[in-house]
């Protein structure tokens, strides 16, 4: 099992700055991929930013320029530092983790992990 404990978010204005942050405990082995989705109300969960174990990094287009993903392995955490808020960016954010826990004719079969979610609200 792993343990996800976010923290961050709040309230900006637009045109400012946030960051979240996601401390990963328990079983941490074969962790493939840390990253963060957002929930907007009335709509699905989608993802912001993924970054893999080599640090690879996917961001949505929506956020491309504007929020960066980060990593620390030492620490089990995966960082979101947000620029340039929108409104639009207003969304329950959702960290999450893959982990690897089995493989197939040496496809890994990866698990996912959720946080409990941090609210970020941008609104003047």
């Known amino acids: 099992q792993v343990q996800l404990v976010e923290s961050g978010g709040g309230l900006a204005q637009p045109g400012g700055s946030l960051s979240l942050s996601c401390a990963a405990s328990?079983?941490?082995?074969?962790?493939?991929?840390m990253g963060w989705y957002r929930q907007a109300p009335g709509k699905e969960r989608e993802l912001v930013a993924v970054i893999r174990t080599g640090g690879t990094t996917n961001y949505a287009d929506s956020v491309k320029g504007r929020f960066t993903i980060s990593r620390d392995n030492a620490k089990n955490t995966v960082y979101l530092q947000m620029n340039s808020l929108k409104p639009e960016d207003t969304a329950v954010y959702y960290c999450n983790v893959k982990r690897v826990i089995a493989y197939i004719s040496r496809t890994p079969i990866e698990y996912d992990y959720w946080g409990q979610g941090t609210q970020v609200t941008v609104s003047s």
């Open positions: 328990g079983s941490n082995s074969s962790i493939n991929a």
